[in-house]
């Protein structure tokens, strides 16, 4: 046995080829080509242009799913605080007046309500006062809500009559000028002292959340302050289309 074949027998057989290599054979040579290749399985080809076909169909379908469920973005309303005052004769009709804050007297809305003094009182006091305020969009479609010059009213869903825009008189005004000193609360104006007729007015002050839904929708919610933390009261004003509301 020779020293080779010892050595065979004991090391990997990695490390020897299974038949001899025979040096004079012919090493074959290939070169680099840019042309596209032609020697590739037809078979195969056609599998992977099916795969190529199948992912492009699901990219596809995924795009169109999403751009399908993408759901749509709803302008969110907009809030801001502002100071709302309702006040009026004990035996009279009820205002209800907006104003950007305390020391402006000049009302950014100021509505005369059908309802008054004393059956509003009554009505707090179950804690919750909802005065919705409805206006026709056949007629005033293309009026701005607080431009609006008549309401049909409703509180706590009862029909009550109707509301009136109105302009800040001088009386309303001086009353207004009376108040300034209040941030939040109530009382009473005497006769005859900044108010507009003979007669004391009854006030409430507080500071109200403004929320624009669009531009048919618009409401203002009391901000309840810490003695009356249960009173919710909340106007409304909504433009409808046939008594349907928009």
Known sequence: MTK?????RFLPSCFFSATPTNATA?????RLSTSLRDDTDPETKSQDQDS?????????????????AAPLVHPRPSRTMVVGTIFGPRRGHVWFCVQHDRLSFKPTLLLELSIVTHQLVK??????VRIALECDESELGSCPLRSVPAWTMYCNGRKLGFAAKRKASERIKSMLRTMQST???AGVIPAGF????????????????????????ES????SPDEC???????????SSNGNLV
Do not use: C, W
């Open 4 to 8: 080779t074949d010892a050595l065979r």
């Open 52 to 68: 190529s076909s199948s992912n492009d169909t699901v990219s596809a379908h995924i795009a169109t799913t999403t751009t399908t």
């Open 183 to 185: 941030t939040v609360g």
């Open 123 to 128: 009505e707090m006091r179950s804690g919750l």
């Open 194 to 217: 900044g108010s507009p007729g003979d007669e004391e007015v009854m006030y409430m002050r507080a500071n109200y959340e403004h929320v624009v839904g669009n531009s048919d929708s």
């Open 26 to 30: 012919t090493i074959t040579k290939r």
């Open 229 to 239: 933390p249960g009173q919710e009261l909340s106007v409304f004003l909504l433009r």
């Open 220 to 223: 203002f919610h009391l901000v």
